[in-house]
């Protein structure tokens, strides 16, 4: 346990956790909801570890899904069921002491036909309960509105987010939801890590024309339309009630040049540039950069902009910069003698300087606080780290303890860096660690890489009495809480 003489948090600093509906929730066909893209996506036991490679859904893999009628081979049509269990599990961060609670809301179960008329009302009163259930503990519910969940329906009939329609489609959705829990959501994400909408666009963007000659540009006119749907919602949000504030969010992909060569230096910048700060950009300053509009020229890709796209963008930004943070990557002029390692949804370049988890995501706590240094710098808003954590393999003791000195460690060095970052004088409002309970990887399907402060007995194929245990980690984080990061 690292003690830091002084806690840098302030006291109203908002610790806690957060899930996904889609590796969480399971019960896939309850009540109404309709079928997303992960839940066509199979737990594949030979996963390749060096290399990150995402699994490119397709319209024959979405066919096969639909008409299987073995729900077992979709780990995230089962998740945790979080559905059935949301009360003993909110108990349990309560428990922990957790301030905020971050889940999302799955838009396939409230509006399951994608244009229906009218939303989905057993779908609400579920989330009603999971949000009550927060605010009883005095927990800040945060949501993220769309978070790697695409409703198939919406690709039937609409094409996806490359159909400007969506816009339309996801504001409604989102009226739906700021009028209903006006009072008691304040804090919400637009879209969750809207820079992995390039590298993993079916879940994210529900475009799967990955042969069309124009897929890139396809890729880009959809996120536009993700722009303008996320500046239209913050326009409503803050007019239905002037304090909610909205989050942007990308995954942080950190980067150093490999060498001091100038070349190297000129390639991180331009890494930085398209991976990172061209969303955040957008969202946050209110306009495409300049390099944004060099990189369409030299592609050839063309964007239809309708008139008060670009002004709603500029007058609508986000409240605060949302970030994941997992692992951090180098850039290289010259990449042939480089090793890749896996990384979070694509593969990165090995820094010799860092070690890695079992999965090869390279673990790097400093770049945490070099981050929150740079975006705040940046936009001079207010950071929320809405994602932080890495995968581990557990074990069960017979005595039914888990000892994962491991995660402790990961988690207090980096909690350290944020503390430090807080004292460099940016301001953080939170920490939702990522997975505070075990759940479906995103992206292997698998069930043993496990994120949680709390175990739960579930293998990779089901199997298992989903029991909830607490982890020595869990103690370790209650004290991190109650000592507001004095402890680490
Ligand atoms: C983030 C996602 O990118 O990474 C989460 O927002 C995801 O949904 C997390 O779970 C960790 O990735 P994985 O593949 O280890 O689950």
Redesign the pocket.
């Known amino acids: 346990m690292t003690n830091m003489s002084k806690s840098h948090f302030s006291k109203d600093f908002l610790w806690g956790g957060a899930l996904?509906a889609c590796?969480a929730e399971g019960a896939y066909d309850v009540d109404g909801k309709s079928l997303t893209i992960p839940e066509v996506m199979k737990f594949n036991e030979k996963n390749d570890r060096k290399v990150t490679k995402q699994i490119r859904v397709n319209w024959e893999m979405i066919e096969e899904a639909r008409n299987d009628p073995n729900a077992a081979n979709y780990p995230k049509r089962r998740g945790i069921d979080f559905y059935h269990r949301f009360r003993e599990d909110i108990a349990l961060f309560a428990e922990m002491g957790f301030k905020v609670f971050r889940y999302s809301i799955a838009w396939a179960r409230v509006f399951p036909g994608g244009d229906d008329a009218t939303p989905n009302e057993k779908a609400l009163q579920f989330y009603d309960q999971v949000i009550d259930e927060c605010l009883k503990y005095g927990m800040e519910p945060l949501i993220t509105i769309s978070?790697?969940d695409t409703p198939i329906v919406l690709m039937d009939k609409f094409g996806g987010w490359y159909n400007r329609k969506l816009v339309d489609l996801y504001v409604k959705y989102c009226e739906v939801l700021f009028n209903r829990y006006k009072g008691k959501v304040k804090y919400w994400v637009t879209f969750?890590?809207i820079n992995?909408s390039v590298k993993a666009s079916a879940k994210t963007l529900g475009i799967i024309d990955y042969d069309a000659p124009n897929y890139e540009e396809m890729l880009f006119q959809g996120l536009h339309h993700q722009f303008v749907a996320a500046s239209r919602a913050t326009r409503l949000a803050h007019e239905i009630d002037p304090s909610n504030k909205i989050g942007s969010m990308v995954?942080y992909f950190t980067t150093y040049p490999y060498t001091c060569k100038p070349e190297d230096a000129l390639q991180m910048q331009q890494d930085d540039q398209m991976k990172n700060q061209f969303y955040l950009d957008v969202l946050n300053k209110g306009e495409y950069p300049y390099y944004s509009k060099t990189y369409f020229k030299n592609k050839g890709i063309h964007l239809h902009i309708e008139d008060g796209d670009l002004e709603g963008i500029r007058s609508h930004t986000a409240d605060f910069v949302g970030m994941?943070y997992?692992n951090s990557m180098i850039s290289s002029s010259d990449t042939e003698q480089l090793e890749l390692t896996a990384g979070?949804?694509h593969s990165v370049y090995k820094n010799p300087h860092l070690p890695a988890n079992e999965w090869g995501w390279q673990i790097d706590p400093i770049g945490l606080r070099y981050t929150l240094n740079l975006v705040y710098d940046r936009y001079q808003k207010p950071v929320f780290i809405l994602?932080n954590s890495s995968?581990f393999y557990d074990t069960l003791n017979e005595d039914g303890t888990v000892n994962d000195p491991y995660r402790i460690d990961f988690l207090s060095k980096h909690i350290e860096q944020m503390g430090l970052a807080i004292a460099d004088g940016v301001e953080v409002l939170g920490y939702t660690m990522?997975?505070p309970i075990d759940m479906i990887?995103?992206?292997?399907s698998e069930m043993s890489?496990r994120y949680g402060f709390i175990y739960v007995d579930q293998d990779d194929y089901g199997k298992g009495t989903l029991k909830r245990i607490r982890k020595d980690s869990f103690y370790w984080y209650q004290n991190v809480i109650r000592t507001n990061g004095a402890e680490l």
Request: glycine content about 14%.
């Open positions: 996904s590796q978070h790697f969750n890590e992995m995954a994941s997992y979070n949804v994602e995968g990522w997975g990887s995103s992206g292997t890489k």
